[in-house]
């Protein structure tokens, strides 16, 4: 199973500004971190790059379009025997990644932040599984979970 895990805005869709993150909810880092406990992700190179480092709980595969495409990186992981493999952006990424994913791990953040990275418009074959209502300073947000039908 191919998922994507992404945080981005509701009306806009927003997943990111000048190369970070425009917001700061903890509790969407500690999803993250929750759902990718010992899996492959595969993350794009500049994605990589905002985090700044290795991340201990999980098997990083990052994408360059100098290095390896994301169909080798899919390879690669699927290679290793994981039943989920989890892609985490960027926005490239993303919209490569689309068309091979079963399934969508998705916070929905009910604010307006400027950006110039976004996350793609999903077709009528997404349907909603799991929706829960969240707040954090001030900050209203969905955990979404989407499945293609």
């Keep these: 199973m191919i998922s994507l895990l992404v945080a981005y805005t509701k009306n806009k869709r927003v997943i990111g ?7 700061k909810l903890s509790s969407e880092r500690n ?3 929750q759902i990718c406990a010992g899996k492959y992700v ?10 700044g480092k290795p991340l201990p709980y999980c098997k990083l595969v990052v994408v360059s ?22 892609i985490a952006g960027g926005g ?5 990644a689309l068309p091979y994913a079963d399934k969508i791990y998705a916070t ?8 110039d990275v976004f996350f793609p418009q999903l077709g009528p074959e997404w349907v909603v599984n799991i929706d829960e209502t969240h707040e954090e300073n001030g900050i209203v947000y969905k955990y979404i979970t989407f499945t293609r039908t």
């Design 42 to 51: 595969i993350m794009g190179r500049k994605s990589y790059e905002e985090i």
């Design 65 to 86: 379009s100098k290095t390896q495409s994301l169909e080798d990186a899919i390879n690669y992981c699927k290679s290793q025997n994981q039943e989920e493999i989890l």
């Design 31 to 33: 999803r993250f971190k």
């Design 108 to 115: 929905e953040i009910d604010a307006d932040f400027d950006g």
């Design 92 to 96: 490239t990424i993303y919209e490569q």
């Design 17 to 23: 500004a000048q190369g970070k993150i425009p917001w």
